[in-house]
C-alpha cells in the first residue's frame, strides 16, 4: 500500500497498525522479559526494519521516502541477543520493595545523603 498507493498521511497509519503488525515480534520477545516498555519500542523498531525491508525490495526506497521513520539498524542485533533480553527481565514491584526494604535498613548519616 505505501508502494503503489498516496497514503496521506503514513505516521497516522503507522500508529494505528503499528500494534497489530509488530504482535509476532512482540509475542516473541515477551517470553524473555517481564519488562514490557522496552520491548514494545524494540518491536516496533524490528518491524520497521522488516518493513523497510519489504518496501526497499519492491521500490528500491527507504521508508523516509514514503513519510514514514527510520528503523534504527543496530538495535536489531540486540533482539536475538538473550543476555540483553535477560537484563530487561527484571520485576519493577520487586525492584522497589527491595530498595524500599534496604533504605529503611540505613542509618542516621545513610539517610541524610
Not at 514494545?40 to 521500490?59: F, G, K, P, R, W
Not at 527507504?62 to 543476555?83: A, C, D, K, T, Y
Amino acid at each position: 500500500m505505501i508502494v503503489f498507493c498516496q497514503v496521506g498521511d503514513p505516521i497516522k497509519l503507522w500508529g494505528k497498525y503499528r500494534k497489530g503488525l509488530s504482535e509476532d515480534i512482540r509475542r516473541r520477545m515477551v517470553g524473555e522479559s517481564r519488562n514490557i516498555e522496552p520491548v514494545v519500542h524494540i518491536a516496533y523498531n524490528q518491524c520497521l526494519i522488516l518493513l523497510e525491508d519489504s518496501v526497499t525490495s519492491m521500490s528500491g526506497k527507504s521508508l523516509i521516502h514514503f513519510g514514514l521513520p527510520e528503523p534504527i539498524r543496530e538495535q536489531s542485533i540486540v533482539i536475538n541477543n538473550r543476555q540483553y533480553m535477560s537484563e530487561l527481565a527484571y520485576d519493577v514491584s520487586q525492584l522497589i520493595q527491595v530498595v524500599s526494604v534496604g533504605v529503611s535498613k540505613f542509618n542516621h548519616d545513610q539517610k541524610k545523603v
